[in-house]
């Protein structure tokens, strides 16, 4: 009888360790995932979607889409995780990024590297076996863009903002690579969207965090410039040209007047928050600013592909 108990109580315990085992694992796992930044990865993906609609002749091949939106999101996530890899001495120093995997000591730096180059090599032969050489190509520019002259800019100067809205605007035109195997003036048009969208989107973010960003030495314009007259320029030049570009489709024969009316109303409505921004410059304004943008930009994106009769007809 004691030999029967002392059997159950060793399943017991063993049962119980592999129930640790199997939640640190998965535990291990959700940081690893965290490290590639999915909120973003999300925009990217729908960004690339889009291209590739627009990007598409006489027919839709959900293989080569798939193929695009799965190495496009594993270039991103090696992107992100070299970037926090590159930046895991500044997010110690900043209260919004201290609790990421590296500097929290979740994950050490170097398996971060290692994950972070092997997803990026993955994403990458994805794109050029499975879509073309192009995609592949834009791919590559987009993530060296990124780690190697955005993000070393982003402790040098405030015209990181603008530089790193160039390779934020690449996806639509990798996913309109991949369907096409070139670029028209209907994806440049695409990229134009992204480009201006993220003027208000991360100047809004660098008010909000500016303390952070100047206790890590980020050189945003929101820290060099803290009463923020050059910012709330940016906010209300950039939106207006945000709006003049979402127009653009309609007479490029790429969307309809649906679209039309609705990307107007969702322009004026960000460039409302814009303004509330420039008359108070405060945490609260930039909040409701960045919240505004992150809504604008998947209904503008539904729209103009609900409302593209190339794509429907």
């Avoid at 009888?1 to 291990?28: H, N």
């Avoid at 690893?32 to 006489?58: D, H, N």
Wanted: charged fraction near 15%; include cysteine; proline fraction near 4%.
């Amino acid at each position: 009888m004691q030999s029967f108990l002392r059997s159950k109580q060793t399943a017991v315990d063993l049962l119980g360790q592999a129930d640790e085992f199997g939640s640190s694992g998965v535990s291990i796992l959700r940081e690893y995932f965290q490290l590639t930044k999915p909120r973003i990865e999300l925009l990217i993906v729908i960004s690339t979607a889009v291209g590739y609609c627009f990007g598409i002749g006489s027919s839709f091949r959900i293989s080569t889409l798939l193929n695009a939106l799965m190495g496009t999101a594993l270039m991103a996530a090696g992107s992100a995780t070299l970037n926090q890899w590159y930046e895991r001495d500044i997010d110690k120093k900043m209260n919004r990024t201290q609790a990421r995997p590296i500097p929290a000591g979740i994950i050490p730096a170097h398996h971060a590297l290692i994950f972070g180059v092997l997803v990026s090599v993955l994403g990458f032969a994805e794109l050029l076996v499975f879509t073309n050489y192009l995609a592949a190509l834009l791919s590559f520019a987009t993530s060296f863009g990124y780690l190697f002259i955005y993000t070393p800019l982003k402790q040098k100067s405030p015209v990181c903002t603008t530089i790193g809205a160039i390779p934020g605007a690449m996806p639509p035109l990798i996913g309109f690579a991949a369907a096409s195997g070139h670029l028209t003036v209907d994806a440049w048009i695409l990229f134009g969207i992204l480009f201006f969208w993220q003027f208000p989107h991360f100047h809004a973010i660098a008010r909000m965090y500016r303390e952070d960003y100047a206790r890590g030495g980020v050189k945003m314009l929101a820290v060099v410039d803290p009463e923020g007259r050059l910012v709330r320029r940016q906010i209300i030049v950039n939106t207006l040209l945000l709006i003049a570009v979402t127009l653009t489709p309609t007479f490029a024969h790429m969307a309809g007047r649906v679209y039309f009316g609705g990307a107007f109303l969702l322009g004026l409505g960000l460039l409302y928050f814009g303004v509330q921004v420039c008359k108070e410059y405060s945490f609260k304004r930039a909040r409701q600013l960045l919240l505004a943008s992150v809504i604008y930009m998947p209904l503008l994106f539904a729209l103009l592909v609900f409302d593209n009769p190339r794509f429907w007809f």
